[in-house]
């Protein structure tokens, strides 16, 4: 029978003055702690209001998955199980020993003063409590182990190096150092408890029960065993209890100060993450009272949402986006997370947040004397406020962004990049600080209706060669509204493709129509370029034009396109249904109303549109059709919602890539051409044919890969008639790629 | 230092020109229109000039039925100018002697030591509404400047015109003086749509009459046509695919990219 007497004393050998002083230290301790998270919250509340919420129903929802997926570390075990793994050890180690902490703090200070007869630290209680605690305690210190090997070995994630600044005006110790004390101090806070309990166990002389602290048991008989006596364990039990306590309440104190504030942000932040971030922009008007001076965008600190300021504070600088970043890769000027610490530290500077152990620049960048990237104060401007866009954060920085959203799906920690840096682009636009090719490309679609300085008028000149002409949507109602979008009408080398589309939706007999020249780009890419005048200006042109006709659904060849149509028009008024090609083609061969005449005998890889995976989470449909058409189908191996992007996104495609150290396009064609016997590069996206057509012959692969639409494979699987004049080529990938070799 | 800009809008050459009926104009049905690029290279050096030393930008264009007047003179405060007046009522382009007359009686109010404009435009080539404006007004002109810079009591400019040979010959002007502009120091700033569409919506846009009437230029359009092509030349026509492979064709026939291969 287990009795009261198993159990230990918990204030064994410390004095009443001792108690005091502990107690004292605690209320101290804690206060720190209570005004260094006020201080953080005082910070978000600078925000400016952005309704993240929405409805308290889904949000519920939501917020109860994110809670799940923190509880299980999903979204840290994500493409790392190593890291997930051994967080988790960490994360339910210290949870655990928490709780165990607060359990002992109710039964010493609250139940034995205040209800002594129910006391229930002893007996069965305190078996199954200390071996929990053993056993977490013990996890947590593996898990630490682990993730200090794991550091020590700088994995490319962990590499603070800068891609925008020169290694000699900064220095990253800080971070180093912080990352370094936050699992040291954990470590050393459960070495110190366990060497407590060990003494403990040691000068108690070993009572029975205590071998369920199995830890602290293995430790008292080493003790032991070099010839530790249970006398000569007592001053040393004595000296780690005040040890234990002090270092525990150090950490308490330094807490919002350090790393560790993640552990509270975080959660919070995950449970605050939009399921439509990136995919759908705030609109001008919701991003609360219109600044005095009429600014647009995230001119300033001020301008940023309390979501973005607890974003900032949730960086752990794990560096997951870092490495799936595009603008790294390629060597550009951009690392999503340097953005987030930057605004971290410059928001900490300016707000006088006490942040110990941070970077140190000597260009000035960071709250110092106040000259270094400060621009003219605007009028408006708080005072001692200096500019975020194209100030601390250079226009080169936001312009390097493909908005691929690679870095937000990678995030563990719900942070969400893209939005940020559209808004700081829309400073820039309304600034005026616009590069020529973006210029160029922004007055062409405002006055043109697309990017490619064309009539609007020849906006379906693509059609003039087609067999059988197109129904025009605004005459005759159709089940299809097929929005074709810039790059599908204008690029030529896309045009092909667009025919093909066109010829085989009237093969499978789909009811279908176009708008002709009623369409406008619809202007997802301005809107990520930051021109959101503009952008209005398309969306409201397009939704006037599609109210007048009378459709079902709307397809179309562009993920870019069928982002902004399904996500962003609601905001304008047109709310619809919207398909992408690779959906109705897997559709139509389900169905049978497109028959495979032939196989597709050969090996292709399936590159992934970031707005197709990653914004509309589309990756089944277009292998489900190169399954159906018999194509051997290799993945690359980043994939699906991991994909890489082609660089084109977010207005890239109009800017200037020749700075870039490698293009990432090219990057990727590397990474096919890697996969053993793939003869065909797939994409399902207009600028991706653009844009890796060009890649293929960039890097010389031409002759090992051949870069395809989706459609031009269907094509040849539906055995299409090519009945097309003759001069016209056959649109065949074999025909384009080798278009431009030269002979000789 | 006030600084006056006088613009106007040509037609947009994205769109495929057309002749109309009577032979003698512009199909105007499916025109789009377009600032004058010389009259943005203008605004652009006032702007810059402005920064520099101080002062005021006013911009006038003729209110003229084609094309979106607002819009040109919405996108001109867009850009930073202070005050914008739209000029007289006229169902189409005047000539050049009539937008003089018009300008120079609307600047009689408005205060200006610098008249800028752009040097000409795409659908006259006329180039004299500048000095027709200056013989009006009794000031000095110089067309064809680039380098604008005033001088240190703000009595006056120098300006640059580029000769052949890369020959430059500096001027300087008495204000006030009118200058036709030949390109600016930077190119023209980007006007943001939302500042556009809001200025649109809630600027002043003052509007002057004038009385009009005085000489006009006396020339008469008698036709208009599309250039004819000439014997000489080869018009390649197909896809873009038959296009490249022609001018290919052509070059290796004429033994260009043989010998730059090798």
């Known amino acids: ?744 | 230092m006030d600084y006056v800009v006088l613009l106007k809008q040509v037609p947009d050459l994205a769109e495929e020109l057309e002749i109309d009926s009577a032979g003698t104009g512009l199909d105007r049905e499916w025109m789009s229109y377009v600032a004058s690029e010389w009259d943005e290279y203008a605004l652009e050096e006032a702007l810059q000039l402005r920064e520099a030393n101080g002062g005021t930008v006013t911009c006038l264009a003729l209110g003229v039925a084609t094309g979106d007047v607002d819009e040109v003179l919405a996108t001109c405060l867009a850009r930073g100018a202070d005050r914008v007046v739209k000029v007289g009522s006229f169902d189409e382009s005047p000539d050049s002697h009539a937008a003089a007359a018009a300008f120079a009686e609307a600047l009689e109010p408005i205060p200006h030591d610098l008249i800028l404009t752009g040097v000409q435009a795409i659908d006259d080539l006329d180039g004299q509404v500048g000095p027709l404006l200056a013989a009006r007004r009794g000031m000095p002109h110089l067309s064809v400047v680039t380098h604008i810079a005033v001088s240190g009591d703000g009595r006056s400019v120098t300006a640059h015109q580029e000769y052949a040979g890369g020959v430059v010959g500096e001027f300087e002007v008495d204000l006030p003086a009118v200058l036709g502009v030949q390109s600016s120091r930077e190119a023209p700033r980007y006007a943001p749509v939302s500042r556009v569409r809001q200025l649109l919506k809630t600027a002043t846009i003052e509007t002057v009459d004038v009385a009009g009437g005085g000489p006009r230029s006396g020339l008469v359009v008698e036709s208009m046509s599309v250039p004819e092509t000439g014997a000489a030349a080869e018009m390649i026509a197909g896809n873009a695919q038959a296009i490249a492979e022609r001018i290919a064709e052509l070059l290796a026939e004429r033994g260009i990219t043989g010998g730059a291969a090798r």
């Open chain 1, 1 to 744: 029978m287990l009795g009261r007497d198993v159990t230990r004393e918990l204030f064994e050998g410390i004095s009443h003055e001792g108690e005091v002083l502990f107690y004292v230290l605690v209320a101290l301790a804690t206060a720190i702690f209570l005004v260094g998270v006020g201080v953080r919250l005082s910070k978000y509340a600078r925000g400016r209001r952005q309704d993240v919420i929405g409805s308290p129903v889904s949000f519920a929802q939501r917020a109860a998955k994110s809670t799940i997926d923190t509880a299980l570390n999903r979204t840290v075990a994500k493409r790392d199980r190593y890291a997930g793994v051994f967080h988790a050890a960490i994360m339910w180690g210290f949870i655990v020993l928490f709780i165990g902490t607060a359990i002992l703090t109710i039964e010493s200070d609250i139940v034995r003063p205040l209800a002594p007869q129910f006391s229930f630290y002893w007996g069965a209680f305190y078996i199954v409590y200390s071996l929990i605690l053993d056993l977490l305690g013990l996890a947590m210190l593996v898990g630490i182990a682990a993730m200090a090997i794991r550091r020590a070995r700088r994995p490319r994630q962990l590499d603070y190096t800068r891609v925008d600044i020169a290694p000699a005006t900064t220095d990253r110790g800080g971070f180093r150092t912080g990352d370094w004390l936050f699992l040291g101090w954990l470590a050393v806070l459960g070495v110190t408890g366990f060497v407590l309990e060990g003494t403990r166990i040691l000068a108690n002389d070993y009572p029975w029960f205590e071998v369920f602290s199995p830890v602290g048991w293995v430790i008292a008989g080493t003790f032991g065993a070099i010839g530790l006596s249970p006398e000569s364990a007592e001053p040393i039990r004595y000296a780690m209890w005040w040890g234990h306590a002090v270092i525990a309440l150090v950490f308490v104190a330094y807490f919002p100060f350090s790393k560790a504030i993640h552990t509270l942000a975080d959660p919070v932040n995950l449970a605050l993450r939009s399921p439509l971030a990136g995919r759908r922009l705030p609109v001008l008007q919701s991003a609360g009272p219109e600044p005095a001076d009429g600014h647009i965008g995230i001119r300033d600190l001020s301008d940023l949402s309390w979501k973005a300021l607890i974003d900032v504070d949730s960086c752990t600088k794990c560096g997951r986006c870092h490495v799936a970043c595009p603008a790294v890769a390629s060597g550009a000027p951009l690392s999503p997370r340097d953005l987030i610490l930057d605004i971290r530290q410059e928001s900490d500077a300016a707000w006088a947040i006490l942040a110990p152990l941070s970077e140190h620049r000597s260009d000035h960048a960071y709250g110092g004397d106040g000259n270094g990237t400060a621009q003219a104060d605007g009028p408006g401007r708080s005072d001692g406020e200096r500019l975020l866009a194209g100030g601390l954060i250079s226009a080169d920085t936001l312009w390097s962004c493909t908005t691929c959203l690679a870095c937000v799906e990678a995030c563990p920690v719900g942070i969400e990049h893209v939005p940020t840096i559209v808004g700081m682009r829309r400073s820039l636009v309304d600034q005026g600080i616009v590069s020529p090719g973006l210029q160029t490309a922004f007055t062409s679609l405002a006055k043109q209706g697309n990017s490619f300085g064309q009539s609007g008028r020849a906006r379906a000149k693509w059609t003039d060669d087609l067999p059988t002409p197109i129904v025009d949507a605004r005459k005759q109602d159709v089940d299809w509204l097929w929005f074709v979008g810039d790059f599908a009408s204008f690029d030529v080398r896309v045009q092909e493709a667009t025919r093909l589309v066109a010829r085989v939706f009237q093969s499978a007999g789909m009811d279908f129509g176009i708008l002709y020249e009623g369409e406008r780009s619809a202007g997802n890419d301005v809107r990520r370029a930051g021109e959101e005048g503009l952008y209005e200006l398309l969306a409201e042109h397009n939704v006037g034009q599609l109210s007048r006709a009378r459709f079902r659904r709307i397809v179309t060849t562009d993920p870019h396109t069928l982002n902004t149509l399904k996500f962003e028009y609601p905001d304008f008024g047109g709310d619809y249904e919207v398909w992408h090609y690779s959906q109705v083609l897997a559709a139509l061969l389900e169905s049978g109303d497109l028959v495979r005449r032939r196989a597709i005998d050969r090996r292709v890889t399936y590159h992934d549109p970031c707005y197709l995976a990653r914004y509309s989470q589309v990756t089944a449909a277009p292998r489900d059709v190169l399954a159906a058409i018999g194509a051997d189908l290799r993945e690359m191996p980043r994939n699906g919602a991991n994909t890489f992007c082609c660089g084109a996104g977010g207005g890239r495609i109009w800017q200037d890539d020749s700075a870039l150290a490698e293009r990432p396009s090219e990057q990727r064609i590397r990474e096919a051409a890697a996969l053993p016997g793939v003869t065909d590069f797939v994409t399902a996206c207009p600028k991706d044919l653009t844009m890796y057509t060009a890649a293929v012959k960039a890097t010389g692969h031409d002759e090992q890969l051949v870069v395809s639409d989706l459609i031009e494979l269907v094509a040849a699987a539906v055995d299409l008639q090519f009945e097309v004049p003759p001069d016209d080529g056959q649109g065949s990938a074999e025909d384009a790629a080798t278009a431009g070799v030269a002979p000789g």
